[in-house]
Nanobody
C-alpha cells in the first residue's frame, strides 16, 4: 500500500505565494495535484508523468503555478504564485502507481485559503 503525504498550504493574501509538497512512499508513474472548493467538484490542477518529465496544467493555473518533482524520490512540489481567491480549496496530491491506472492513491488533503 503506497502512502501519500502532503505538506505546506495555509493562508495567503491575493497576489501572494505558497508551496505545497508531496511525497509518495513507493514507486510512481505520475504524480499530480487536484483541488476541491466548497460546493464544487474536485478538479485537476497539474500533473507530471515521469516518463515525459514534463508538467501539464489546468488552464486556470497555467502561468501562475509551477510543478516540479524528483522521480527518483517520488516527490513533487507545487509552487503557487499570484494566488487569487478562486484558488481557495482543499488541495490533494494524487499518484498514478502504474501507466495502466488512473490516479489510484491520494493524500489526505491540505487547505489553501486566499483572502485579504
Amino acid at each position: 500500500q503506497l502512502q501519500v503525504v502532503e505538506s505546506g498550504g495555509g493562508s495567503a493574501q491575493p497576489g501572494g505565494s505558497l508551496t505545497l509538497s508531496c511525497a509518495a512512499s513507493g514507486r510512481t508513474y505520475a504524480m499530480g495535484w487536484f483541488r476541491q472548493a466548497p460546493g464544487k467538484e474536485r478538479e485537476f490542477v497539474a500533473q507530471i508523468p515521469w516518463n515525459e518529465n514534463k508538467a501539464y496544467y489546468s488552464g486556470l493555473v497555467k502561468g501562475r503555478f509551477t510543478l516540479t518533482g524528483d522521480s527518483a524520490e517520488n516527490t513533487v512540489h507545487l509552487h503557487m504564485n499570484n494566488l487569487q481567491s478562486e484558488d481557495t480549496a482543499v488541495y490533494y496530491c494524487a499518484v498514478r502507481s502504474t501507466r495502466r491506472v488512473k490516479y489510484d492513491y491520494w493524500g489526505q488533503g491540505t487547505q489553501v485559503t486566499v483572502s485579504s
